[in-house]
C-alpha cells in the first residue's frame, strides 16, 4: 500500500468519527429538547382564556328589572312622584299653618322686643308693625316727630309703641338710645309677687321709603332733590343701624332690611332715584353682613328682597280709585310676616330673602337678559298700562313691585311726595 492511499484512508477515517460526533451530539440536544417542549398534541399555540366580566352593579341590575318589568316600572316612578308632591304641598302647609308666636315669661308677660325703622307710616310698616305686635313681640317704632309719635299711638295698641329718636341731633340720639338700653338691662315685673325678667333685644326691622320716588328724567333731578333722598332713604338708615349696633352686638341680634327688587332688576329709565338708593342700601346690607361674621358678634344681616306682594291697605285704595287689578295674582301679605318672623327667631338666617311674585324673576331676567329685551319688555307693559288707564309711572306700585304711601293721622292714605 502506497503512502498516498494510506493517508486517504486515514483522512476518510476521521471524516467518518467527526460526522458520528456530530450526529451524536445532535440527537442528545434533540433529546433534551424533547422533554423540556410540549408532545406534539400540545404543540399548537394555545389562545389566552376570555377575560371574565365584572359583576354587574346594582344600576345595571335595575335597569335591566326595569326594562324586563316596564308597566311595574311606571306605576312605582307614578306613585313616587305624587307621593313626593303630596308631602312636600303637605310640608309647606304644615309650615305656612303652624304657630309663630313670641316668647313669653313664666309670669306671662312679653319679653322679644323689636324696633321698626323707616317709613314709619307707609302700608307696608304699619303691617309689620301690627302683625309683629299680635305675635306677641313688644314692638317699637323709631319716630322723628310727633305727627308720627301720634299716628303710633293712634293705632291704640297697648304693646306697639313709639321710639323718639332724633337722627339729625347725635348727641341726643345718643342719649335717647342709652335709655332703651336701660330698659333692656333692668328687670320687669309682669304684677306684684311675679317672677322678675328681662326683655330679649329681637331684631331690627329697616323698611326705607325706597318706592316711593316720582319717576321722573334723569336731567330734571335737582341737586336738592337728590340729597333730601339719599339722606331720607340712605344716611338715616346707615344712622338708625349704627345707633342700635351696640345693643344688636350685646344681644346678638337680627338687622332685617326690606327693599322692592323689581324695579331695581329692570333698571328702567326714569326712575334713578329708586335705582340708586336700593343699590346703596344693598351694598350697605351685604358690607355690614360680611363685617359682622368677621367680628364674629353673632349679629345676622337678612336683605328681603321683595316682589309683588298684596297689602290690603293699598288693594282697597285702588279699588276705590277704580284702578283694574293685575290679572297676575300677588303674594299675600301673610307670606312676608311669616317670612319676618322666621328671620328674627332663626339662629341663622339667610343673608338674601326673596318674598313675593317677581322677586326672583325679574331679577333673573335683568341679570341675564340683554337691555334691548327689557326695553322691549317695559314698552309692552306701558302700552298695557296706558291702554287699561293706568299712569305710565306705576313701577313702583303694589301692583308692579309695592306702593309705599304715606297714610295720614285720620288713618286716610295720601300719596307720599
Not at 305624587?82 to 303637605?90: D, H, K, N
Not at 345718643?174 to 330698659?183: D, N, T
Not at 328681603?304 to 298684596?310: S, Y
Amino acid at each position: 500500500m502506497s503512502d498516498a492511499q494510506h493517508f486517504f484512508d486515514l483522512a476518510r477515517s476521521q471524516f467518518n468519527s467527526l460526522t458520528t460526533d456530530i450526529e451524536h451530539h445532535f440527537d442528545l440536544v434533540a433529546s433534551q429538547l424533547r422533554q423540556y417542549l410540549p408532545s406534539e398534541t400540545s404543540n399548537l399555540i394555545r389562545s389566552p382564556p376570555p377575560p371574565r366580566l365584572p359583576p354587574p352593579t346594582t344600576l345595571q341590575l335595575l335597569t335591566r328589572w326595569i326594562d324586563k318589568h316596564r308597566a311595574v316600572s311606571a306605576a312605582i316612578a307614578a306613585f313616587a312622584l305624587t307621593g313626593s308632591v303630596s308631602a312636600a304641598l303637605y310640608v309647606q302647609q304644615r309650615r305656612s299653618h303652624r304657630k309663630r308666636r313670641a316668647r313669653k315669661s313664666p309670669s306671662g308677660a312679653r319679653t322679644d322686643v323689636v324696633v321698626l325703622a323707616g317709613a314709619t307710616a307707609s302700608p307696608l310698616a304699619s303691617a309689620l308693625a301690627l302683625d309683629l305686635e299680635r305675635r306677641g313681640f313688644v314692638v317699637y317704632v323709631l319716630v322723628g316727630s310727633t305727627e308720627e309719635e301720634g299716628y303710633i299711638r293712634s293705632l291704640s295698641r297697648a304693646d306697639l309703641l313709639p321710639l323718639p329718636v332724633a337722627l339729625g341731633d347725635s348727641f341726643q340720639a345718643q342719649e335717647q338710645i342709652a335709655r332703651f338700653r336701660g330698659l333692656l338691662e333692668r328687670e320687669h315685673v309682669a304684677f306684684e309677687g311675679a317672677v322678675p325678667h328681662h326683655l330679649e333685644f329681637r331684631g331690627l326691622v329697616l323698611v326705607p321709603d325706597t318706592g316711593s320716588c316720582v319717576a321722573e328724567r334723569f336731567e330734571d333731578i335737582g341737586s336738592e332733590e337728590w340729597s333730601d333722598a339719599l339722606n331720607a332713604k340712605v344716611l338715616n338708615t346707615v344712622a338708625t343701624t349704627q345707633l342700635f349696633l351696640p345693643a344688636l352686638i350685646a344681644q346678638k341680634a337680627k338687622v332685617l332690611l326690606l327693599t322692592p327688587s323689581i324695579t331695581p332688576a329692570l333698571s328702567p329709565p326714569g326712575h334713578a332715584v329708586e335705582n340708586t338708593t336700593h343699590a346703596a342700601l344693598s351694598a350697605f346690607a351685604a358690607t355690614l353682613s360680611a363685617e359682622m361674621a368677621e367680628q364674629g358678634t353673632g349679629v345676622g344681616v337678612t336683605h328681603f328682597k321683595l316682589g309683588n306682594i298684596d297689602i290690603p291697605s293699598v288693594t282697597a285704595k285702588q279699588r276705590r280709585d277704580g284702578q283694574t287689578p293685575s290679572r297676575l295674582r300677588a303674594t299675600p301679605l301673610r307670606r312676608l310676616n311669616d317670612a319676618v318672623f322666621d328671620a328674627l327667631t332663626t339662629s341663622r338666617p339667610s343673608r338674601t330673602w326673596r318674598v313675593g311674585r317677581g322677586s326672583l324673576a325679574y331679577d333673573f331676567i335683568g341679570a341675564v337678559a340683554p337691555s334691548s329685551v327689557v326695553g322691549w319688555m317695559l314698552s309692552l307693559g306701558k302700552k298695557r298700562q296706558d291702554e287699561s288707564g293706568f299712569a305710565s309711572d306705576r313701577m313702583g306700585s303694589s301692583q308692579g313691585s309695592l306702593t309705599w304711601e304715606k297714610i295720614g293721622e285720620d288713618g286716610s292714605e295720601r300719596a307720599s311726595p
